[in-house]
């Protein structure tokens, strides 16, 4: 596998990683009735959700001007967590509002 590819692949998995993760602590921030710091934690959450996405355009972009992007299982594990974060932070952002209409 290529180094270069590898590299790449695996940035999308902690980006997605990391917005899931911060999606969750603003939840538990909400519940907790700290509404600013849930507010600050979903900003940084969509802040790595973008660089997720970015790395994953950015292979659609190499696929579509001729470079085949290699289909394996590090590719598809990346594009499960990019796909479960950004399912975790709309989740969580209708929980917050959510709590936020309860307090």
Do not use: W, Y
């Not at 939840?27 to 907790?32: G, K, P, Q, S, T």
């Not at 190499?62 to 990346?78: C, D, F, R």
Request: proline fraction near 1%; charge should be negative; include cysteine.
């Amino acid at each position: 596998m290529d180094r270069d590819f590898e590299t790449t692949v695996m940035e999308a998995i902690v980006q997605a990683g990391d917005a899931r993760s911060l999606a969750l602590q603003a939840v538990r921030e909400a519940r907790l009735g700290n509404r600013e710091e849930a507010e600050h934690l979903l900003e940084e959450c969509d802040a790595a959700m973008l660089r997720a996405h970015e790395v994953q355009t950015s292979l659609i972009r190499s696929e579509l001007e001729g470079e085949p992007v290699q289909m394996n299982l590090l590719m598809v594990h990346a594009q499960d967590h990019v796909m479960n974060a950004m399912t975790v932070k709309d989740l969580a952002a209708e929980i917050i509002a959510i709590l936020g209409e309860r307090h």
